[in-house]
């Protein structure tokens, strides 16, 4: 079983955990107090996702970005949550996060009523100050726990989304 689960927030801040069967990213314009620049702690398919997307922010001449430990936090939360909870129902999608934790649960539909809720979760749960703005890939089906998420599949789909594209270049709203 792999899973990739991945935050990344300004910048100059990135964090990622690996964990199950989907994967996460999230940025914001905001820079975290705990940030690290090394690869420690990484596994070869974290490093690998965390290079792609660093090349391709390097192609729009933007700044590399670096490792969190509170999005770290964040994104293992929300990995574990969508697997064990499954939260993504009644309408629900990626963004939606279960009411069996120490946090608000949302059901985050396509119309981004809940929004709010959703980019306030790195400052609801962890000591990061800051708004996240969250893409994903590979959260089809909660019951398929054998798929695996390869990174350069899901580097390249987000860069062929344009919703997902402006979130890991920091364009428009992001």
Not at 116 to 122: D, V
Request: proline residues 4%.
């Amino acid at each position: 079983m792999l899973a990739l689960c991945l935050f990344c927030y300004s910048s100059t801040t990135y964090g990622r955990r690996l964990k199950d069967s989907y994967d996460t990213l999230i940025s914001s314009r905001q820079a975290s107090a705990n940030q690290s620049s090394s690869f420690h702690g990484m596994n070869t398919k974290e490093k690998e996702i965390f290079t792609l997307i660093n090349n391709y922010r390097r192609q729009y001449g933007l700044p590399t970005l670096q490792a969190s430990a509170n999005l770290d936090y964040v994104a293992h939360t929300h990995a574990v949550d969508a697997v064990q909870n499954s939260p993504a129902v009644n309408g629900g999608n990626a963004h939606s996060w279960s009411n069996k934790g120490n946090w608000k649960p949302v059901i985050y539909t396509p119309d981004h009523r809940q929004a709010q809720l959703m980019w306030s979760k790195p400052s609801e749960i962890s000591n990061y100050k800051y708004y996240g703005f969250e893409i994903a890939r590979g959260f089809g089906d909660y019951r398929d726990r054998d798929r695996t998420v390869d990174p350069v599949q899901s580097v390249n789909a987000w860069k062929n989304s344009p919703a997902h594209n402006d979130v890991i270049i920091q364009r428009g709203a992001f």
